[in-house]
């Protein structure tokens, strides 16, 4: 332990670099005579860390001991997001290939010299199908800074606008401005295809908002050093920047993509001549051919080469199905169902849902055409005027939500608690 030195002691230095104990912070003893000091102890740390990295060269480290495997990945993701399996594997063996990719970046033997290129995803489904909460609960399930962004925001360098520096900019505030856990995080561009190149059309003006964003954003998805405002926005001459590697970021983006179904439609029609012309015929333009995009489409679609090139994961999402849909609003952690039975548990209350008044829920969603998303402004919709009145209701025990309700506006069954008995009870 460290001692406190004395006039009548000898002053005490340290046996490794003979440094005072009026030099160093803390100084050691041991029964033996032999001192060290707090940085004779650092020193010995690190110089023992590089001992361990030139260990056994030839064999690989385990440097995935603490990353889920795709398999608990996907699961997790099963947890709250319901169907789409094709995104989730894709989602889930991109992601683990990502961070261990990270993880080599430190590996010495054979395979040092192997550069692992970064794999960010485009994910394509119509409005709705579970993109944003897919992102969301990939960076829950691994513990790391996540932001989201909107891509329609984001204009060429000099316009009004936010300049592509501003995506990293939400994810150092994600992480609470500490740089070594925001450049491992994770951030996703929504409306990725509102950014498709506009050249074909008839404007004369200038496509600040299409292909300029997404030379701005090339950069940025292969990894490069950014100056990024703290505060986001513009950024300023005199204004101090932090500086962000985004090579270990992982970008996922994601749209909708309305009208690339046609372009895959139009592409699988005239993929084959002679006597199977009428098969091809019969190519149906829906979201469900979005499963078979190929980089010519994108680029058709109006996505630049090299910006299709630095997105080579591709998960597609389909429409969800009325039983998807129904699955979605009571088997999530999340679900909607549960989070009002919550909601009434915490007033005493019970609150029950007709199996025929959330098919009823699915089927308003569906007219609406806005997928999952507009299951909440439904529920909702239904749900306010009986939450309004719910805390003033007395002995209340139980409400039946009935498909009248949801349909009609109309009263749902109220159960109340029995405040006396009478005979007929007592019978």
């Given at each position: ?28 003893t ?21 001992n ?53 970046q ?23 199908t579970?993109?944003?909460?897919l ?108 500086q ?9 983006v ?16 005239s ?63 999340n ?50 005027p ?29 159960i ?12």
């Amino acid at each position: 332990m460290a001692k406190k030195h004395s006039a009548d002691e000898p002053e005490l230095t340290c046996t490794f670099c003979n440094r005072r104990q009026n030099e160093v912070t803390t100084l050691i003893t041991s029964p033996n005579g032999a001192n060290i000091c707090d940085l004779c102890l650092v020193n010995s740390l690190i110089l023992m860390q590089q001992n361990q990295k030139t260990e056994a060269p030839n064999e690989p480290r385990q440097y995935s001991a603490q990353l889920p495997k795709p398999s608990e990945i996907k699961a997790r993701l099963e947890e709250y997001v319901i169907g789409q399996d094709k995104a989730k594997r894709s989602l889930a063996v991109a992601v683990y290939n990502h961070y261990k990719r990270i993880l080599s970046q430190e590996m010495v033997g054979m395979f040092e010299d192997v550069q692992i290129e970064k794999s960010n995803i485009l994910m394509i489904g119509p409005t709705g199908t579970g993109k944003t909460l897919l992102a969301q609960t990939l960076a829950r399930v691994l513990d790391v800074p996540f932001a989201i962004a909107d891509a329609t925001t984001i204009t060429e360098s000099g316009y009004v606008g936010d300049d592509v520096e501003s995506i990293v900019a939400n994810l150092i505030q994600n992480a609470e401005f500490n740089i070594k856990r925001a450049e491992m995080g994770i951030i996703y561009i929504d409306e990725i295809d509102k950014i498709c190149r506009k050249g074909d059309s008839a404007s004369i003006t200038r496509d600040v908002s299409g292909e300029g964003v997404q030379q701005g954003l090339l950069k940025l998805l292969e990894g490069t050093i950014a100056g990024v405002p703290p505060r986001g926005g513009r950024k300023h001459p005199e204004q101090p920047l932090l500086q962000v590697n985004t090579k270990n970021i992982l970008f996922i983006v994601g749209g909708a993509f309305d009208g690339l179904e046609k372009i895959i439609a139009r592409r699988m029609k005239s993929a084959t001549i002679g006597f199977h012309n009428e098969l091809t015929d019969n190519v149906e333009e829906s979201f469900e051919l979005l499963q078979y995009t190929e980089p010519d489409d994108l680029l058709k679609f109006g996505f630049i080469p090299e910006f299709i090139g630095r997105l080579p994961v591709f998960a597609p999402l389909h429409p969800l199905s009325d039983e998807a849909m129904l699955d979605i609003l009571t088997n999530p952690k999340n679900a909607l169902v549960k989070q009002y039975q919550k909601l009434f548990f915490m007033e005493g209350v019970e609150l029950e849902f007709e199996r025929e008044a959330l098919l009823a829920v699915v089927q308003m969603a569906k007219e609406r055409k806005t997928g999952a998303r507009g299951l909440r402004s439904i529920m909702e919709g239904t749900m306010l005027p009986i939450m309004y009145t719910l805390p003033d209701k007395q002995n209340l025990r139980r409400v039946i939500i009935t498909v009248e309700t949801v349909r009609d506006n109309a009263e749902p069954i109220y159960i109340y608690h029995k405040t006396h008995r009478t005979i007929a009870d007592v019978a």
